[in-house]
């Protein structure tokens, strides 16, 4: 059995490596290993460097689809005819690659979490759902992975979403807020699961050597460029640098801790754009003398390695949501530090109410003082929630590989 894994186009984003290596290890472990997936990928020589053993566990690189020249112009006709971003792009095809890859393929996944939302824009929105309907019109089965959906806040946006997801073969989704979204909008086949990546599997790696000396637990802090896009000025801006460096700085000053930058999203051709290791080195370049008493991974682990580093981290607070599920997955008190419905739903869902949530706009030294506190004064009853639920959650994951065979025995 073969699987295109739509949504996915890189690696650098550590959450989609996560997705797609643990996505790959579900199917094997309850289909066995002639279950495989086909990756597209914008340097297949990148990602593929990421994973070296990608192959042995089943995994076949391709290129990324191309974003399509009709959609690009229905985007560019809108800045013009605004009324046209209110109705459904012409249908557009898809590239011949992409095409030969879907048709050699059993069935199709949208994977990458939250593609299927208005969080990368109408342009991202469009491209991914019109590929799914392609290959639907090509006789292959479709199935929504493990996914956060919405809200699409424009109603005729909504509208034509409801029908797409509609005629998905099987949805599954991750937060019961995304399956009470979809159900009001009338899409009632959703399932719910667990993500995925609560089965990505910690790959050992040797990280001391990025530690600052002492001997106190760690504090691992993942904060990304994303954080600074909801301030509205560049004094906003500037006041959060500000406040998260005084946060640090803190905790370096106070000696309880020792303190980690973990990155989690590292372009892997360097480029500085959305890179959390190129942001925190702008941090790191604040905190002066206090800088030789805090540590950074370098950019170059993978998703199942910096798992491994988060394992062993006391407390952790982050903005990206694959890091915090590394956190939870693996029993460490973590703060999310949100802004989108994904990372509220899960803290709703696993630990009941979203207290370990720090909302983007709020952050500042205070706030994420405040956080760090709770988790002190929390610490067991964290642990003890995700001893007894995380057990579960790995086996819920699984709820999308039972919606894949029911659908491809159908097709039988």
Known sequence: MKLYLAGQNNFGNRGCEALVRS??????????????????????????AQWPDAKAAGVQFTQAPVLPDGLVWWWRA?????????????????????????????????????????????????????????????GKKTVLWAASVGPFKIPAVEKIMVDHLNAYDAITVRETETLAYLRGIGVNKAKLVADPAFNLQPQAVE????????????????????????????????????????FIKHLVN??????????????????????????????????????????????????????HVISKLKFFI?????????????GVPVIS?????????????????????????????DSLCDALALLEQDESIIKSCLADRIPVWRKNAFGSIDALQQVLAVTA
């Open 23 to 48: 996505t790959t290890w579900m199917l094997r472990e309850r289909m066995g290993t002639d279950a495989s997936v086909i990756c597209p990928s914008f340097r297949p020589d990148l990602d593929g």
């Open 78 to 138: 809108g800045k013009l005819l605004p009324f046209l971003r209110s109705s459904k792009p012409p249908l557009f095809d898809t590239d011949a690659n992409s095409r030969a890859r879907i048709a050699e393929s059993d069935a199709v996944i949208m994977t990458g979490g939250d593609v299927i939302s208005l969080d990368y824009g109408l342009v991202s929105l469009y491209e991914w759902s019109g590929f799914i309907e392609n290959a639907a019109r090509m």
């Open 207 to 246: 990280f001391e050597q990025h530690l600052p000396p002492g001997d106190q637990p760690i504090v691992g802090l993942n904060v990304s460029p994303l954080i600074r896009k909801f301030r509205a000025t560049p004094e906003a801006v500037e006041s959060l640098d500000a406040d998260v460096t005084a």
């Open 254 to 307: 106070e000696g309880k801790y020792r303190v980690l930058l973990v990155p989690h999203v590292d372009p892997l051709d360097g480029v500085a754009e959305n890179s959390d290791s190129h942001y925190m080195l702008t941090l790191m370049s604040r905190l002066g003398a206090a800088s030789e008493k805090v540590g950074i991974l370098p950019p170059t682990y993978n998703a199942a390695q910096l798992k």
């Open 318 to 330: 982050g903005a990206r949501t694959h890091a915090t599920i590394a956190a939870m997955s693996m």
């Open 337 to 365: 530090i949100a802004y989108s419905v994904k990372a509220k739903g899960l803290n709703k869902d696993l630990f009941g109410d979203t207290r370990y949530v720090l909302e983007t706009p709020k952050v500042s030294k």
